[in-house]
């Protein structure tokens, strides 16, 4: 009888270690729908992104949000090592745009993501698999961040370069030092290296002056007042004057909707045309040459001192 009362206890004490152990994945699972078991853990850091989704509201700790930003942008079917340096890059943005607080909403963040319902609809029988592959990806790099002298990083990125990336003291100043220009070779081959913008002269200028009511431009000529004043050394438009009136290479992209403020901008068959040359700002991560260097061998690490130099990745 004695034996069996200690090895009811024994017991006892092994279900409630592996209830306490197994608590938090438990907790997440309810939190976002029916989960398969989880080989990997993507670990805690006690801070939080706060998401509302259904008139539902839940705090997602950090490390279980960051394979939801990740999908929103990227495709599971890529290679691993881009996936992680992709996660690494969404953990250090969203600390570093928490700053002190312990939580943020995530329409603050002003990302794209994915909730762990929708992935599952989106993979259907492949769900538990990719979930899987997904938080050994989280796991692998968990917790880890991009700092420089012991601080975040902003981690700047975007989809296409138009051929090298931008340096970020010509762009915004000694700060961004650590975004220098590289060259990013395979860029120049993607589908959205390049794309041309048509208008006729009325509504270029139209356009025109919608970004600063001050410029003077001609609905009939509206070229002859417009002209480049400066690049940087990767080719993107710095600074440019029409109608006599500074504008901002960056200003000028985000305002007519373009995709890179690398551009050029001539008169077509009587109108007007803007051929874009990458896609995005051109600063920090080509994912698209990301992408090359991981399917070439390059590990998450090596990619994000690619592109971030002198940087700490920990």
Request: hydrophobic share 35%.
């Amino acid at each position: 009888m004695r034996k069996k009362n200690i090895r009811k206890q024994l017991l006892k004490i092994c279900a409630f270690i592996f209830a306490v152990i197994a608590f938090p994945s438990i907790t997440t699972m309810l939190m976002n729908g029916k989960m398969p078991q989880r080989i990997y853990s993507a670990g805690t850091s006690g801070k939080y992104v706060v998401v509302t989704t259904g008139g539902i509201t839940e705090n997602l700790d950090v490390e279980d949000f960051i394979p939801c930003a990740v999908m929103g942008q990227l495709s599971i079917d890529n290679d691993e090592e881009l996936l992680k340096s992709f996660a690494v890059i969404m953990r250090t943005y969203i600390l570093s745009a928490m700053g002190n607080e312990t939580s943020i909403p995530s329409e603050k963040l002003n990302i794209p993501y994915v909730t762990y319902d929708e992935m599952e609809k989106l993979w259907g029988d492949n769900f538990p698999d990719n979930y899987n592959k997904l938080m050994k990806i989280v796991s692998d790099t968990s917790l880890v961040t991009i700092t420089l002298n012991g601080e975040l990083i902003a981690p700047y990125y975007h989809s296409v370069s138009a051929g090298k990336t931008r340096a970020g003291t010509e762009v915004m100043g000694e700060d961004f030092a650590y975004l220098c220009s590289v060259s990013c070779p395979d860029d120049t081959s993607s589908p959205d290296y390049f794309k041309a913008y048509y208008y006729s002269n009325e509504e270029f200028a139209v356009k025109v002056r919608a970004i600063d009511e001050n410029i003077s431009i001609d609905n009939a000529s509206p070229l002859e007042t417009l002209q480049i004043i400066s690049r940087d050394s990767a080719g993107y438009v710095l600074n440019m004057s029409i109608g006599g009136i500074s504008i901002d290479g960056t200003k000028f992209y985000e305002a007519m909707q373009i995709n890179s403020p690398s551009f050029m901008i001539e008169e077509y068959d009587g109108g007007v045309r803007i051929t874009t040359y990458g896609t995005g700002h051109g600063m920090g991560v080509s994912l698209n040459y990301a992408a090359s260097l991981a399917a070439g061998g390059s590990s998450y690490i090596e990619i994000l001192h690619y592109f971030y130099t002198n940087t700490e990745i920990k």
